[in-house]
């Protein structure tokens, strides 16, 4: 079946500009993450959803970034303001309810390059 | 601390050699363990589970060791192929999903 979808793949905005990163996850699945790699680091956690409960938005690193999930499939994460060091490969995950132990299956990626 | 270590290496190994990686944890309530694959610039793909009872899949064995709090990610007769950046992954159960991976081991498999 269909695996996890990101979209766009690249995208190169100016500094201070407003940019939307789109994910589609695994159908069925009710578990949704967002992860940001820089280059050459691990993936740091920004947020997790999961089916209509509130999200874990421990991770989001300032105000600037906030993330929605409508109709408990689609997710779009939205970071205001972009800054250089927002620069990184955002990455989409998702995973099934339960039972343990949760596997995450990830989307190909969105680089982002702020100039 | 970090909640979840690994040595980032690399390791640099020949053909055929038998590689083995650790991951610390720091959550004694930690209840679910990954290995993932990261080649470069690609998304991580799922290796394994970890279980207490130990978790094998051709050259690839993982193991949990709950009373030391660490996992381990055994490979034999390694491939050219093998080379990639390798993950763990720990996440608590009650919380259903907060995942912690750990920054990675680069392995590098050479002729």
């Known amino acids: 079946g269909a695996g996890v979808s990101q979209s766009p793949s690249n995208k190169v905005t100016e500094k201070g500009k407003d940019v939307e990163l789109r994910c589609d996850p695994i159908?069925?699945?009710?578990?949704l993450y967002w992860y940001r790699q820089s280059l050459g680091q691990g993936l740091e956690f920004l947020i997790y959803?999961?089916?209509?409960?509130?999200?874990?938005k421990s991770g989001l690193p300032s105000d600037r970034f906030s993330a929605e999930r409508t109709g408990g499939s689609v997710s779009t994460l939205t970071i205001q303001r972009t800054q250089q060091e927002d620069s990184a490969v955002y990455l989409c995950?998702?995973?099934?309810?339960?039972?343990?132990?949760?596997?995450?299956?990830f989307g190909p990626g969105t680089r982002l390059t702020v100039t | 601390r970090k909640e979840v270590e690994q040595d980032p290496g690399p390791f640099n190994v020949p053909e055929g050699a038998t590689v083995a990686f650790n991951c610390t944890y720091s959550?004694?309530?930690?209840?679910?363990f990954f290995w993932y694959r990261q080649d470069c610039r690609k998304e991580p793909k799922l290796l394994m589970s970890?279980?207490?009872s130990g978790n094998e899949d051709g050259r690839f064995t993982a193991q949990l060791n709950r009373a030391s709090q660490y996992i381990s990610l055994l490979i034999r007769d390694s491939k050219l192929s093998d080379s990639a950046t390798y993950l763990c992954?720990?996440?608590?159960?009650?919380?259903?999903?907060?995942?912690?991976f750990g920054d990675g081991t680069t392995l590098t498999v050479k002729p």
């Open positions: 995950a998702s995973s099934s309810r339960g039972p343990p132990p949760y596997e995450q299956y």
């Open positions: 159908s069925g699945h009710t578990a």
């Open positions: 959803f999961q089916g209509n409960s509130a999200p874990d």
């Open positions: 959550n004694s309530a930690s209840q679910s």
């Open positions: 970890v279980y207490s």
């Open positions: 992954v720990v996440i608590l159960n009650t919380n259903a999903g907060k995942s912690t």
